[in-house]
């Protein structure tokens, strides 16, 4: 009964490919989040969906696109995989309806790029 | 630029002791702070927030402290236990935003 799941756990990929990481939700939020964490621990939001609307997009290379299919759902495909984006990715979700939520997180996707 | 600043990166304390994490903001229209705790090779947990209304909050044995006009918060753990050891991560944000800044965390020990 996990509440917010991301598979893979470990993803290992050579520079030039595409991969996606996938991220659901059965806390039943409206928000989405994906966070990367980088080699110096830094957890930096990237994007942030709301009923599978847009809402926060960081300056981040547009190879990397969400799509969220549905409000319990976020993915992040990344194409054309640098040794940069070597990271671990973190999905998260809040409830919507308040000023100030907690977010939800869930166990993080380690990307290495060879 | 970073809003959220966490400068000690690590901590160590004996259990049973008082833990004192602390947190500096540059961004005067945050209005709600969080904490989160982080275990190896999970995702952070949320552990006790604050709104800018107050000035302090309790939940147990953790307690946080908001002091607006310096742009800091700390987080007191009393008493610590070795299950506390952790990576904590502050985080701020202002109301009407999704837009969550975390600060680089603190690496905790508590020792037995």
């Known amino acids: 009964d996990t509440a917010v799941s991301q598979t893979p756990k470990y993803l290992v990929t050579q520079m030039g490919n595409d991969k996606s990481i996938k991220c659901e939700q059965n806390?039943?939020?409206?928000?989405m989040y994906w966070y990367k964490q980088d080699s110096k621990k830094f957890l930096k939001i990237m994007f942030s969906?709301?009923?599978?609307?847009?809402?926060i997009n960081e300056t981040v290379p547009n190879r990397f696109s969400p799509k969220s299919p549905d409000k319990a759902h976020l993915n992040l495909h990344i194409n054309s995989l640098e040794l940069g984006d070597s990271a671990v990715y973190f999905c998260a979700s809040s409830p919507t309806g308040r000023a100030y939520n907690e977010q939800f997180f869930g166990p993080g996707t380690r990307l290495t790029v060879l | 630029d970073q809003q959220v600043k966490q400068n000690s990166p690590s901590l160590s304390v004996q259990e049973g002791r008082i833990s004192i994490l602390n947190c500096d903001y540059t961004n005067s229209m945050f209005d709600y702070f969080l904490w989160y705790k982080k275990y190896p090779a999970e995702g952070p947990t949320f552990l006790i927030s604050?709104?800018?209304?107050?000035d302090k909050n309790e939940d147990g044995r953790f307690t946080v402290f908001l002091n607006k006009s310096a742009k800091h918060l700390s987080l007191h753990i009393m008493p610590s236990q070795p299950g506390d050891s952790a990576v904590y991560f502050c985080a701020a944000l202002t109301s009407g935003t999704y837009k969550y800044i975390f600060g680089t965390g603190t690496r905790l020990k508590v020792l037995a």
């Open positions: 604050i709104s800018s209304i107050k």
């Open positions: 806390l039943g939020h409206d928000t």
């Open positions: 969906y709301n009923n599978k609307e847009l809402i």
